[in-house]
């Protein structure tokens, strides 16, 4: 299987301003974001059209607030596979990938885990449940550490933009 490189794509100074405002507010307009980051209205749109073409925003989002929604229980759970084959990885990624309680999904080193998922469901009762009827049922998982967040420290999806040039 062929690694993937990535290309890195130069953003300037204006580019690294409106990345900074959609990362804060992604539901501004055309207009407001222009207002905010020193251009008129046209050459804004260019620039954020051109930064979706080169893949550098992936897509835009609205944040909900979890608890407020019964999803009470969040959980960091890491997982180790029998195996460290392609075949064994791409069959526990694609299974997570289904599981709406999945919020993110890490191919990790450094522990005794493979992978170590973000999960996110209402109570404990659930969580069992998820764990046992799903997660240990995936094909080559051989052991689970489970962790539970007590309370969010850092909750951010913005980029640190200072470390482009």
Known sequence: ????????????????????????DASLTNQQLAEKVGL????????VRALEDAG?????????????????????????????TPERFATFEEQVSGY??????YLVTGHDADYMLKVVVPDMDHYHHFLL????????VSGVHSSFVLRRVIDSTALPLGYLS
Not at 2 to 19: A, G
Not at 40 to 47: E, G, T, V
């Open 1 to 24: 299987m062929p690694i993937k490189t990535e290309i890195l794509i130069q953003v300037d100074k204006t580019d690294r301003r409106i990345l900074a405002q959609v990362q804060k």
């Open 40 to 47: 008129s209205p046209s050459p804004c749109l260019r620039r």
């Open 56 to 84: 550098i925003i992936v897509r835009t989002v609205t944040v909900l607030d979890h608890k407020k929604l019964g999803l009470a229980l969040t959980a960091i759970i890491l997982i180790g596979m029998d195996r460290h």
């Open 100 to 105: 709406p309680e999945v919020l993110e999904c």
């Open 133 to 140: 009827n799903q997660i240990t049922r995936i094909q080559g």
